[in-house]
Every structure is written in structure tokens, then in C-alpha cells.
């Protein structure tokens, strides 16, 4: 019943900047963590920020500096600010939502369906 919903990728040149958006909808008691994943072409998916509860963060060592990861608890939404972009940002980027749903004992994570971020000339 929950579902994730990403926007604001697309095609930028290398020192541009990009705001990714998702939104959770559906039966929602609480969200502990919220987290953006990318993954490259011929890589592997790797963790690229987290965000908690409380409001703490956490970024990958490459993207350290660059990008900002934020949220709207009453939008249910969580945003990546992604700013000096490099060639090797290239990838889709997924959301992550790890959210606690009424009557549920503990939490699920629910994935959002990736929106590609592509940095070129």
C-alpha cells in the first residue's frame, strides 16, 4: 500500500547541480530512516546518503561536501541536493524509505522506482 514516487532527475553538465525528490504515500505510523542508493553502469548499488529519524546524516566518502541529503517529515519526503556533479555521479539514483506501517509489527523498506541522473558535455 506504500509507495515511493522520485523526481528531478535528468541530463546536466559536469559542475551542475540537481534536486532529487521522493515522496512516500500510503498507510504510514512513522519512518524511521530515509536513504538514497545509486548505481552506475557495470557497478554495483552502493549507499549514498542516509538521513534518520532524529535528523542525523550520513554520505558516502565520494560525494562528501557535494551533496545534501534533507527531508519534509510532513510531506513524508526526502530530498538529495546533488551540487558540483561529476561524469562519475552517473547512475540511477533510488530512494529508500524505511517506514513503520500500522499494526505491523516493526519496520519495512519500500524503494522508489529510480530516476537517472546522467552528468555529460
Known amino acids: 500500500q506504500v509507495q515511493l514516487v522520485e523526481s528531478g532527475g535528468g541530463l546536466v553538465q559536469p559542475g551542475g547541480s540537481l534536486r532529487l525528490s521522493c515522496a512516500a504515500s500510503g498507510s504510514i505510523f512513522s519512518i524511521y530512516a530515509m536513504r538514497w542508493y545509486r548505481q552506475a553502469p557495470g557497478k554495483q548499488r552502493e549507499l549514498v546518503a542516509t538521513i534518520t529519524s532524529g535528523g542525523g546524516t550520513n554520505y558516502a566518502d565520494s560525494v562528501k561536501g557535494r551533496f545534501t541529503i534533507s527531508r519534509d517529515n510532513a510531506k513524508n519526503t526526502v530530498y538529495l541536493q546533488m551540487n558540483s556533479l561529476k561524469p562519475e555521479d552517473t547512475a540511477v539514483y533510488i530512494c529508500?524509505?524505511?517506514?513503520?506501517?500500522?499494526?505491523?509489527?516493526?519496520?519495512?523498506?519500500?524503494w522508489g522506482q529510480g530516476t537517472q541522473v546522467t552528468v555529460s558535455s
Open positions: 529508500n524509505q524505511q517506514i513503520r506501517t500500522p499494526l505491523v509489527p516493526g519496520s519495512v523498506n519500500y
